[in-house]
């Protein structure tokens, strides 16, 4: 199973944009990146997935390097609520299992 | 409203007990899963069945046994517990290709 590392910890203040990186050196044509985050005392939370092209939605943007070696998930304008815990995971094609890693822990100051 | 929903939320038992998990999801998903969280937060999976079919075990102690009784449905019962045993453990459902989604989890603590 490929893996993705990502940085232990970031911090950002409120209502600034954030970049969080992944990398995934190992990853092969037909997986996908997937973000999910995990609130304190909750159950991980489906953000966004691609494959090639960047990705937007309601939560945040997937930015995908072209070598695909690389990803960042921005979130425009950080709020408290967005302090979690975000994990960067390659999906192969439609298997069913998700290899979470390590994660990012994001704090976010007012 | 809840999607996947878990009980207990937390439950407190002795080594060498056995007790049960319950899932259910209410999605219309075909696949439901067992994730284990330990105190390092490392989320593992343990099982996967899909329409009632076990799919993915993955090398865990066989005092755990899944059971689906229905496609909605995926319990979890684990014999003579262990100290190591205690952990976050989150139910999820998805279909095919379709993200995860996961229960609240129950806090499991063998004393």
Redo the contacts between chains.
């Keep these: 199973d490929a893996k993705t590392t990502q940085p232990n910890s970031m911090e950002s203040n409120e209502e600034e944009p954030v970049h969080l990186p992944c990398n995934h050196s190992t990853i092969s044509g037909t997986d996908y990146i ?1 973000w ?1 985050l995990q609130l304190p ?6 953000v966004i ?1 691609g494959l090639t092209s960047n990705v937007n939605n309601r939560m945040a943007s997937l930015a995908i390097a072209e070598d695909r070696k690389s990803s960042t998930l921005i979130l425009h304008r950080a709020t408290l609520r967005d302090a979690a ?1 975000y ?1 960067c995971i390659l999906r192969w ?2 298997t ?5 890693g ?2 990012t822990r994001l704090q976010v100051f007012p | 409203d809840t999607a ?1 929903s878990q009980t207990p939320k937390y439950l407190v038992t002795q080594m060498g007990n056995d007790k049960s998990i319950k899932c259910e999801q209410n999605l219309g998903h075909d ?1 439901m ?1 067992w ?1 284990k969280q330990d105190s390092k ?5 343990m099982f ?1 069945y ?1 329409n009632k079919e076990l ?2 075990n993955e090398t865990v102690p066989n005092r755990f046994s899944p059971k689906s009784p229905d496609k909605a449905h995926l319990n979890l019962h684990i014999n003579s517990l262990e100290l190591g045993d205690s952990a976050v453990y ?1 139910c ?1 459902s ?1 279909s ?2 379709s ?7 129950t806090r499991l603590t063998v004393t």
Excluded: C, M, R, W
């Excluded at chain 2, 993200?99 to 989890?105: A, E, R, S, T, V």
């Design positions: 997937h999910y005392s909750q159950g991980p939370e489906y997935h815990v994990y094609g439609d069913d299992k998700l290899i979470f390590t994660g | 996947v696949t899963y994730y937060k490392f989320l593992k999976i996967s899909n799919i993915i989150f999820a998805s095919v290709g993200p995860l989604h996961f229960g609240n989890g």
